[in-house]
């Protein structure tokens, strides 16, 4: 049982370059989330997926795009990155239905640590 | 709209030395109060959830606690292992996000 993981753990890319974390996680949840962290400003969302085949934004999703692939498997793609978005990029999961009264316990995954020149 | 701020930023302990953690948080109706540790480059690891004012939970040498405007996160005789950033974060009865502090930055010296 692996829980979340994230690939690559790090990237360097060139500013206007593309590329995607990939995220999966296998405890059969069905929420999935997309963070941001950086100094001093706590994580941040970016995007989330609350079941298979949807997918909201967050607090900070300009320059972003998400995937929800199927279950197991949420993506985050940046189209031209900019030097704004250097920062640790966290994926995790919940078990959080859609009910009002299930608690969004979340489970983090190891991170990719991401510069952009 | 929700916030979450934690104090103090950074704590420096010696071995034995207990200490508290501070969460204080203004959310439209609370569902959960959430507490993570996260290790220098690691993801934050999940230790306990809060539901209710007056609700105790206790993991080895950490003990949180709730009341109506604010978390503490009690670190009895702590030891250099415990050495972490310990982070907050909320989830509001009727907005299923969580909303996270900036952390408190724990460093327990031998």
């Known amino acids: 049982n692996a829980g979340v993981t994230q690939t690559p753990k790090f990237q360097v890319l060139k500013t206007g370059q593309s590329m995607t974390l990939q995220c999966a996680q296998d405890m059969n949840h069905n929420s999935m989330y997309w963070y941001r962290q950086d100094p001093g400003m706590g994580l941040r969302l970016i995007y989330y997926s609350a079941s298979e085949g949807t997918t909201d934004k967050g607090e900070v999703p300009n320059g972003y795009n998400v995937s929800r692939l199927n279950k197991r498997e949420f993506s985050l793609r940046l189209e031209s990155a900019a030097p704004s978005q250097t920062s640790v990029y966290f994926c995790?999961?919940?078990?959080?239905?859609?009910?009002?009264?299930?608690?969004?316990?979340?489970?983090f995954g190891p991170g990719t640590r991401l510069t952009v020149l | 709209e929700d916030q979450v701020t934690q104090s103090p930023e950074a704590l420096r302990l010696q071995e034995g030395e207990s200490s508290s953690l501070n969460c204080s948080y203004t959310?439209?109706?609370?569902?959960?109060l959430f507490w993570y540790r996260q290790d220098p480059g690691k993801g934050p690891e999940f230790l306990f959830t809060?539901?209710?004012a007056g609700e105790e939970k206790e993991k080895e040498r950490l003990k949180a606690t709730l009341t109506k405007k604010e978390s503490f996160l009690h670190i009895t005789a702590p030891k250099p292992e415990d050495s972490a950033t310990y982070l907050c974060a909320v989830q509001a009865a009727s907005f299923q996000k969580l909303v996270f502090g900036t952390g408190t930055r724990l460093l327990v010296s031998p």
């Open positions: 809060l539901y209710s």
């Open positions: 995790a999961s919940s078990r959080l239905t859609g009910s009002i009264t299930t608690y969004n316990e979340q489970f």
């Open positions: 959310v439209s109706g609370l569902r959960g």
